[in-house]
């Protein structure tokens, strides 16, 4: 049976795509990039009933929405539950009891998922949280994507059985349950759910989420890799404009906050920063 193809695009398309990506994103995306832009989106434009670059260049050039999809398309989502898990362990045993003890008369805690995918960092995050703090604490975890799709499925908390290899059993039987139209799929409960607010979002538009919001935690971890210097500049100013005076910013942990002239920023080991 013949299956359509779409040609190649030129290098100008390429560098087209890649233009787009970096100005919505802050992404450094170059030429280099072509093989993965085509393996990505070649299936796409057939979905959309187009046959060349061109064609779709125009679209994206008209309709916002397309650009969004385009930003979904090319960014990797890779991430599961307790990701890094030294990191947890390190907000378990050291940050969340220091925490603790200065939010004593509020007992509040707010966190933010920045770049959370399909929601595994965020439930992750309310999970420690709650097993380390005990009950009483007026928890909220912010997890904010730029994909709608990856978004609907946090907020829907169904997993497939083999996304919770990374989650420990007893953590496993308190926060999951096994879904009855779903074989071989699992929940999360409802009272963990509660806990996390999803949201679309874009790290370079500061007034994509509301002024008020202010927090005690940031965990951005592997996105920092793909974003230009410029980028990263101001996302770290945003960061640092909605965490608290004493808040906690984990990034990846290839990634680092690198500039020696960076006065606001402490550096407690494991890619984990205090603001000062």
Known sequence: MFKPKVPHPTDQEIQEICQIINETLGFNYTSRKKYLIQNRLNRHLLRLGLDNYHTYLALLRKEPQERNTLCELLTTNVTYFFREPLQFEY?????????SKEKKGTRKIRCWSAGSSSGEEAYSIAITCRETLGSGWD???????????????????????EKLESVPEKLRRKYFRPHEAMKEHYYIIPELRKDIIFRLANLLEEDSLPRRVRVDLIFC?????????EARTQILNHFYSRLNTGGYLFLGHSESIVSAAEPRWILLGKSVYKKR
Request: proline share 5%; aromatic share 8%; glycine share 4%.
């Open 91 to 99: 907000l378990a045993q050291t940050l969340l009891p220091s925490l």
């Open 139 to 161: 928890l909220k975890v912010l997890a904010t994507d730029i994909s709608s799709t990856h978004l609907t499925l946090g907020s829907e908390g169904v997993y497939p059985r």
């Open 221 to 229: 971890r592997n996105v920092f890799i793909y974003l230009s210097k």
